[in-house]
């Protein structure tokens, strides 16, 4: 099915004509928008109540604190291989939403082998793992969920985060990071700081098939007040620019990782995991370091020795091998070990 790509006039037209960072009149701004400067000044109030850093420079004009790159369908589109976009029911970009999964699980779902894809702006309610938040300060990341309906007999689902995982670290080699690696089961990671992490979730599974909507967090360019914004939260953070030895384009980066993420989906539909866990173990961040496994209440320590087939965490202890499936246990490197 073809898909059209829309060119971002999704935004508030105030918004693109700042986007560039540089310093704009009121006039000039009021003239490109046929509007008064009072509904400028007012629209300014709005981009602020947002959490937009809009400048006001006295008789001057205003611009944005930093430049940013808006989303852009047809950037976006130039990064799919053909094949790629006939998967691709459905790209809707937007400013706002509460959280670009809820919006998807709201939907009817996609036909197996089609997608439907969202990606915000901005997120008035992010959803992270374990009931946390999803922060992700204006224009600084990426929140991208895509729908996609398993059919009959689909391989099991439990280690389609790692698939994800994959498709993403090999999208963000495309866009010229290095170094990227995996934590098991849902982190993007680069020098042991996460930089994104991946929320799937199952909608319905009705005569055999399975409804998923995947979604993505990941901090592409974080200016010093975006990183602080985040890690009050907790650890500090990578982002993609830090593995990139020039700023990325968030379009480019958008565009490689769902065409590298709608590549994974056919796959995994077809051999499953199997087809992924070299290249998981390939990223592994932890693989042969010391760690610790939570499991409720109790925490067991060992050493990291990547998944197995069905992608569970397997952790050499000193009463052998254990076995953990994800959804149930959490992994962290114990630290000062390498
Ligand atoms: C994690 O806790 O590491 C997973 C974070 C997933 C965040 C993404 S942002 C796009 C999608 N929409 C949401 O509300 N959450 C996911």
């Known amino acids: 099915m073809a898909v059209s790509f829309p060119n971002g006039l999704s935004h508030p037209q ?23 400067r009072a509904a400028v000044w007012k629209g300014v109030g709005r981009l602020r109540a947002l959490g937009i850093d809009v400048q006001a420079l006295p008789r001057r004009g205003y611009r944005l604190a930093s430049p940013v790159e808006l989303l852009d369908g ?6 799919l291989k053909a094949g790629r976009k006939a998967q ?3 790209l809707e970009l937007l400013f706002e939403t509460d959280s670009t999964n809820s919006r998807l ?3 009817a779902p996609p036909p197996p082998g089609l997608a439907d894809v969202c990606s ?3 997120q008035h309610a992010g959803r992270g793992r374990r009931g946390r938040r999803w922060i992700a300060p204006f224009g600084a990341g990426l929140a991208l969920s895509a729908a996609w309906t398993f059919g009959e007999g689909a391989a ?11 498709a993403v670290a090999r999208a963000l080699g495309r866009a010229g990071a290095a170094g990227v690696m995996l934590k098991w089961p849902n982190d993007i990671w680069f020098e042991d700081r996460k930089m994104g992490g991946v929320l799937i979730e199952l909608k319905a599974e009705a005569g055999g098939s399975a409804h998923v909507v995947i979604g993505l967090g990941l901090n592409v360019v974080l200016t010093a007040a975006a990183r602080r914004e985040i890690e009050a939260g907790g650890a500090p953070v990578a982002s993609v620019a830090d593995a990139c030895s020039a700023a990325p384009s968030r379009n480019l980066v958008a565009g490689a990782i769902l065409d590298e993420l709608l590549g994974m989906l056919g796959e995994f539909e077809r051999q499953g995991f199997a087809a992924f866990r070299d290249a998981w173990m390939a990223l592994d961040a932890l693989s042969g370091r010391r760690a610790r496994v939570v499991l409720g209440s109790s925490v067991i320590s060992g050493t990291a ?18 076995r953990f499936v994800s959804g149930e246990a959490s992994l962290r490197a114990i630290e000062g070990d390498t």
């Open 14 to 36: 105030l918004l693109v004509l700042l986007a560039d960072g540089r310093l704009r009149s009121g006039e000039w701004l009021a003239k490109e928008l046929d509007v008064s």
């Open 74 to 79: 047809r950037r976006i589109g130039a990064e």
């Open 88 to 90: 691709l029911r459905k």
């Open 105 to 107: 699980l709201a939907q």
């Open 120 to 122: 915000s702006e901005l």
């Open 156 to 166: 099991t689902l439990a280690a389609l985060s790692l698939g994800v995982g994959v």
């Open 305 to 322: 020795r990547g998944v197995d087939a069905e992608g569970a965490l397997l952790l050499e202890t000193a009463e052998g091998m254990q």
